[in-house]
């Protein structure tokens, strides 16, 4: 579910973004209306009240995993290309590493499980090409969850630039080798 452009967007969009930067505890309403300048009544003319709310964020972050990872599918090389469309999600990747965080919350973890394969499926089939090694597609997969798990662990909002993503890839790619 893309949102579209009206009042009821710039609420998912601000309310994704902050989910992204500091996560679940920081969706407040009033703070979130004051962040965009609307009325708190505001809020629960669109959403009855902060589940709702959430329940659209994560509805939103799936549509917007699909449209990465179609990017992702049309890719031909980690570097630069899976690079800069990661730099690009910036904000879904962090918005995934809280998903992580607070998976706890069953929704959470259930939305993450699905991130990861709409996303992970993917990202492998352009990494499986690029590795060129001979590894089971199980071997493939038990790396890349290893790799997600570390990558969601390190990630925060200033080192997703291509420099570190570069050599994040690099050592990864080092790593699987040592596994052929």
């Excluded at 997600?148 to 200033?158: K, M, S, V």
Aim: aromatic residues 12%; hydrophobic residues 40%; positive net charge.
């Amino acid at each position: 579910m893309l949102i579209a452009n009206n009042n009821k967007s710039v609420w998912i969009k601000a309310g994704y973004e902050i989910f992204a930067a500091a996560g679940q505890t920081s969706l407040k309403v009033e703070p979130l209306a004051k962040s965009i300048n609307k009325s708190k009544s505001s809020f629960y003319h669109y959403f009855a009240d902060m589940e709702v709310f959430s329940t659209m964020l994560l509805e939103h972050h799936l549509t917007l995993c699909y449209l990465m990872a179609d990017r992702e599918r049309k890719a031909t090389s980690i570097d630069p290309e899976l690079i800069n469309i990661l730099i690009q999600h910036k904000t879904d990747l962090l918005f995934n590493r809280q998903l992580r965080i607070n998976q706890n919350v069953r929704s959470f973890a259930e939305t993450l499980s699905q991130s990861n394969k709409i996303v992970g499926d993917a990202f492998t089939q352009v990494w499986i090409k690029e590795l060129n090694i001979n590894l089971t597609r199980k071997q493939v997969d038990d790396i890349f969850s290893l790799a997600l798990e570390n990558f969601f662990l390190q990630i925060n909002p200033d080192n997703i630039n291509y420099t570190w993503l570069s050599q994040y890839f690099k050592n990864l790619k080092q790593t699987a080798n040592s596994f052929a």
